[in-house]
């Protein structure tokens, strides 16, 4: 059973940091497509970066945050450096079954979630 699991969200002023982590268990993700989505109160979801062969960004975030991953964990991170308030929403760890590094950048694109975490970033 493929479980995503997230952590090191929180409550953050504007300008900090945090940084997300996501392990993975019940298979190896290593050769798959692996994001990170976001979902505001009363927004959509939204995608925020992920990480194939290269990595993309939303452009809401390039230059403040960074996706990584350890493959020897398994787990993927995201780094977010100089936090804004609009930043604050439900993070989502996801994964793409397929082995391929197509990037999507559509949540229904995506087989595999965590259960999120919060973030929040204070004014």
């Known amino acids: 059973q493929v479980q995503l699991v997230e952590s090191g969200g929180g409550l953050v002023q504007a300008g900090g940091s945090l940084r997300l982590s996501c392990a993975a268990s019940?298979?190896?993700?290593?050769?798959?497509?692996m994001g990170w989505f976001r979902q505001a109160p009363g927004k959509e979801r939204e995608f925020v970066a992920a990480?194939?062969?290269?990595?993309y960004y939303a452009d809401s975030v390039k230059g403040r945050f960074t996706i990584s991953r350890d493959n020897a964990k398994n787990t993927v991170y995201l780094q977010m450096n100089s936090l804004k308030p609009e930043d604050t929403a439900v993070y989502y760890c996801?994964?793409?079954?397929?082995?391929?590094?197509?990037?999507?950048?559509?949540?229904?694109?995506?087989?595999?979630w965590g259960q999120g975490t919060q973030v929040t970033v204070s004014s």
């Open positions: 990480i194939s062969r290269s990595v």
């Open positions: 996801a994964a793409d079954r397929r082995l391929s590094t197509v990037v999507y950048r559509t949540a229904a694109m995506y087989d595999y």
């Open positions: 019940g298979r190896t993700f290593s050769s798959n497509t």
